[in-house]
C-alpha cells in the first residue's frame, strides 16, 4: 500500500499543471455522463460555467 502511494506521488510530481487540470476536467466530464455528478455539482464546486461544461460535453 506505502510503495503504491510513494508511486503515484512520483507521479504526480512529475506531471505539469497543465496535464493535471486537464485529467481533472476530464474527470469531471466523465462523472457526469456516467451519472456520478449533475452538472449542478460541477457548476456549483468548480470554477466551469454552464455553458463551459456543455461545450465539454460535446467535445
Do not use: C, F
Amino acid at each position: 500500500m506505502l510503495q503504491e502511494h510513494r508511486a503515484k506521488i512520483e507521479r504526480l510530481v512529475e506531471m505539469d499543471r497543465e496535464a493535471i487540470k486537464s485529467k481533472r476536467i476530464q474527470a469531471l466530464v466523465e462523472g457526469v455522463r456516467n451519472g456520478q455528478l449533475s452538472a449542478a455539482d460541477v457548476t456549483q464546486y468548480t470554477n466551469i460555467t454552464p455553458e463551459q461544461l456543455a461545450e465539454l460535453m460535446r467535445a
